[in-house]
T-cell receptor, first 111, second 118 residues
Framework: ETGVTQTPRHLVMGMTNKKSLKCEQH?????MYWYKQSAKKPLELMFVYSLEERVENNSVPSRFSPECPNSSHLFLHLHTLQPEDSALYLC??????????FGSGTRLTVV | AQKITQTQPGMFVQEKEAVTLDCTYDTSDQSYGLFWYKQPSSGEMIFLIYQGSYDEQNATEGRYSLNFQKARKSANLVISASQLGDSAMYFCAMREGYYGGSQGNLIFGKGTKLSVKP
């Protein structure tokens, strides 16, 4: 596989569920990102990891918990979400901010 | 303050014609990068073109060109000879700092939905 792969592509979850989104990059990049894309709003940066360390958290609620076990994998753990958290979640990677590559996203619906 | 402004929520263009998608930006940095991405209904963000703030020539990539007017802080995307497959959302984005600053975070505009008519 090449590029940035996200799974699952679609996810429906109840407000009391716990689920995880997965992102994997095969580009040898050293930075990975989670973005949230809601309807009629710009993409919002949620988390940034550089060399597996979290370097930025843009005031994201604690019901979203990221994990970066190595430079190729990034997870977003979800628990007790709200309906307004329904959105497209995009993962991206870069090499020091260059060669930004996005995955196809996970479309999340919270019911 | 909004850093990337795309004033056209939606645009229509006839197949084979050219179209310009507007983007203005706001930054106090001297070094920055400007990007355009295409997002089809499948959701993935596809990189189209990049312009660095110190680049003297306007960037071109095939049918895509970027009309960079630094003094006006605008970075409009021009698509020549539109094709039906060009129908998608188009996002303008900016990275502040030549070396990416804080790991090269991208700031996005709200996007323009382009529809190509046969």
């Amino acid at each position: 596989e090449t590029g940035v792969t996200q799974t699952p592509r679609h996810l429906v979850m109840g407000m009391t569920n716990k689920k995880s989104l997965k992102c994997e990059q095969h580009l040898g990049h050293n930075a990975m990102y989670w973005y949230k894309q809601s309807a009629k709003k710009p993409l919002e940066l949620m988390f940034v990891y550089s060399l597996e360390e979290r370097v930025e958290n843009n005031s994201v609620p604690s019901r979203f918990s990221p994990e970066c076990p190595n430079s190729s994998h990034l997870f977003l753990h979800l628990h007790t979400l709200q309906p307004e958290d329904s959105a497209l979640y995009l993962c991206a990677s870069s090499q020091d901010g260059w060669g930004y590559t996005f995955g196809s996203g996970t479309r999340l619906t919270v019911v | 303050a909004q850093k990337i402004t795309q004033t056209q929520p939606g645009m229509f263009v006839q197949e084979k014609e050219a179209v310009t998608l507007d983007c203005t930006y706001d930054t106090s940095d001297q070094s920055y990068g400007l990007f355009w991405y295409k997002q089809p209904s499948s959701g993935e963000m596809i990189f189209l073109i990049y312009q660095g703030s110190y680049d003297e020539q306007n960037a071109t990539e095939g049918r895509y060109s970027l009309n960079f007017q630094k003094a006006r802080k605008s970075a409009n995307l021009v698509i020549s000879a539109s094709q039906l497959g060009d129908s998608a959302m188009y996002f303008c984005a900016m990275r502040e700092g030549y070396y990416g600053g804080s790991q090269g975070n991208l700031i996005f505009g709200k996007g323009t939905k382009l529809s190509v008519k046969p």
